[in-house]
């Protein structure tokens, strides 16, 4: 019994020192071996303290060099995965906008300088109104059309400042007798925002 007992003893002895027995390389064959052994169990080399110190030093020296390549290598994986991810953003990005720009038609932004195209549009428009209201026969009003007798804002909407714009046109409409006279207006009104315009002065209208 006690035999046995000793037995198994020098057995898990013998397991945990191999356990913790570290493995150096023969400086010679440069075959593995056990860092205890007084010569190389292959070559028969005569391994000195020294001589396993500086082979010790050397396998924790090829360990970190093994870990420090294999850590780069992952890290140069993550930034060649990082780049393959910023491409394919890029590119669904792209690929979205060009869809974007193809399916729907290219917004246009209302310019809301005073001197503006737009205002002057807004300003004509307004002017128009005014005037109907000091025709004898407001429904007959013509003030000619985009494809003939054109009236273009730009040339008959002056800009006077100060959210003030001079309109002078004409106006085809019915006297009191039912027959189509022109008229020439001219108007000064002013923009208050909000789509809020006044006139300035009573308009001038002179019949042709
Ligand atoms: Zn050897």
């Not at 890290?75 to 979205?96: H, M, P, R, S, T």
């Not at 807004?122 to 005014?130: D, K, N, P, T």
Request: aromatic share 12%; proline share 3%; glycine share 6%.
């Amino acid at each position: 019994m006690q035999f046995w007992f000793c037995n198994w003893g020098v057995v898990g002895f013998c397991f945990l020192r191999e356990k913790n027995m570290a493995l150096i390389t023969c400086p010679e064959c440069k075959k593995r071996i056990s860092e205890t052994a007084n010569s190389c169990q292959n070559c028969g080399f005569q391994l000195s303290p020294e001589i396993v110190a500086k082979a010790k030093k050397d396998e924790k020296a090829a360990l970190a060099f093994a870990f420090r390549r294999e850590h780069k290598a992952k890290k140069d994986e993550k930034i060649a995965n990082l780049v393959i991810l910023i491409v394919i953003a890029g590119i669904i990005v792209f690929v979205y906008k060009c869809a974007q720009d193809g399916s729907s038609p290219h917004r246009d932004t209302v310019n809301t300088s005073p001197s503006s195209i737009d205002k002057k549009i807004e300003a004509w428009v307004m002017a128009e109104s005014f005037v109907k209201k000091y025709l004898k026969s407001p429904g007959t009003a013509s003030f000619g059309g985009l494809f003939s007798n054109y009236q273009d804002p730009r040339t008959h909407v002056t800009y006077l400042g100060n959210h003030i714009y001079q309109v002078q046109g004409w106006v085809d409409s019915q006297n009191s007798f039912g027959a189509t006279v022109r008229i020439n207006f001219l108007l000064k009104l002013k923009d208050n925002g909000n789509d809020n315009w006044n006139l300035l002065e009573t308009p001038v209208l002179v019949e042709q």
